[in-house]
Nanobody, 115 residues
């Protein structure tokens, strides 16, 4: 059973920063792809960023240059550094672990950006 626990969400003013963390249980963390997604009320869940086991990363156009995904394999943790936050970044943020054909989700953490 894969367990993912997100943390770091909160309320921040536009232009501010937050860092989200996602801790994963298990010994396979270093070889799996980790991703961040978000879902705003009334919207579908959307891709934000991913990082592979060897550190390759990619981002949605909406967050390129503002968000940075990173991982610490020794801590089984993936991070999402979010800078220059905008009100439209308000959403529940989820991390996802991809192992072969299967994906595992965390419970989500709320990020609210006030204008």
């Amino acid at each position: 059973q894969v367990q993912l626990v997100e943390s770091g969400g909160g309320l921040v003013q536009a232009g501010g920063s937050l860092r989200l963390s996602c801790a994963a249980a298990g010994s396979i963390f270093s070889i799996v792809t980790m991703g961040w997604y978000r879902q705003a009320p009334g919207n579908q869940r959307e891709f934000i960023a991913f990082i592979t086991g060897d550190g390759r990363a990619d981002y949605a156009d909406s967050v390129k240059g503002r968000f940075t995904i990173s991982r610490d394999n020794a801590k089984n943790t993936v991070y999402l550094q979010m800078n220059s936050l905008k009100p439209e970044d308000t959403a529940v943020y989820y991390c996802k672990l991809t192992l072969g054909p299967r994906g595992y989700w965390g419970q989500g953490t709320q990020v609210t950006v006030s204008s």
